[in-house]
């Protein structure tokens, strides 16, 4: 949350309710709606980091709100978050490391984990093939859906490997 909520920032100054619209018409269904209380205790954390800058504006008839814009250092650490390439494949699965202790505690087959973890992929796959039905004029969406997709295909065929190699 800290290091998306500092792009959108860098972009122009804005409040929190704003900034949890931005991340919500962004990415739309296909991304973890953001808890707008997370957002603010975020944006308090930032403001203390020096990363951002918090002003009260006054508005008729309603509280203040507090606006937020993004420091020179703030804008250095989204930079430096944007150069950086992103973790890779991850080596240290929870799924395989029970894949490989199962025999050992008696408790469980591989194969029927195997076929438990491939509904479950399946199952997960249907659903963001239906978020992608009501997603259809969101492109960023579609594409943050594709990519786990294809990550599911991916988690599929490896499933195979395992079943053929493990059981």
Same mark, same amino acid.
């Given at each position: 949350?800290?290091?998306?909520?500092?792009?959108?920032?860098?972009?122009?100054?804005?409040? *929190?309710?704003?900034?949890?619209?931005?991340?919500?018409?962004?990415? *739309?269904?296909?991304?973890?709606?953001?808890?707008?209380?997370?957002?603010y205790v975020t944006l308090g954390r930032l403001e203390k980091a020096g990363l951002i800058e918090g002003q009260d504006v006054a508005q008729d008839g309603k509280p203040d709100k507090r606006v937020y814009a993004i420091t020179d250092t703030g804008r250095q650490e989204v930079a430096t978050w944007l150069s950086e390439p992103s973790e890779g494949p991850r080596v240290r699965d929870e799924f395989f490391l029970k894949l490989v202790l199962a025999p050992e505690t008696q408790l469980a087959d591989r194969l029927t984990l195997i076929n438990n973890q491939r509904r479950h992929y399946l199952n997960v796959m249907r659903g963001l093939n239906r978020m992608a039905a009501e997603e259809r004029g969101n492109q960023v969406s579609q594409l943050l859906i594709e990519g786990a997709v294809l990550h599911l295909q991916a988690d599929l065929d490896w499933l195979e490997r395992c079943q053929e190699e493990l059981t």
């Amino acid at each position: 949350m800290r290091l998306p909520l500092l792009a959108l920032l860098a972009k122009e100054p804005a409040h *929190g309710y704003e900034l949890k619209q931005a991340l919500e018409q962004t990415f *739309g269904a296909a991304y973890p709606r953001a808890n707008i209380g997370q957002v603010y205790v975020t944006l308090g954390r930032l403001e203390k980091a020096g990363l951002i800058e918090g002003q009260d504006v006054a508005q008729d008839g309603k509280p203040d709100k507090r606006v937020y814009a993004i420091t020179d250092t703030g804008r250095q650490e989204v930079a430096t978050w944007l150069s950086e390439p992103s973790e890779g494949p991850r080596v240290r699965d929870e799924f395989f490391l029970k894949l490989v202790l199962a025999p050992e505690t008696q408790l469980a087959d591989r194969l029927t984990l195997i076929n438990n973890q491939r509904r479950h992929y399946l199952n997960v796959m249907r659903g963001l093939n239906r978020m992608a039905a009501e997603e259809r004029g969101n492109q960023v969406s579609q594409l943050l859906i594709e990519g786990a997709v294809l990550h599911l295909q991916a988690d599929l065929d490896w499933l195979e490997r395992c079943q053929e190699e493990l059981t």
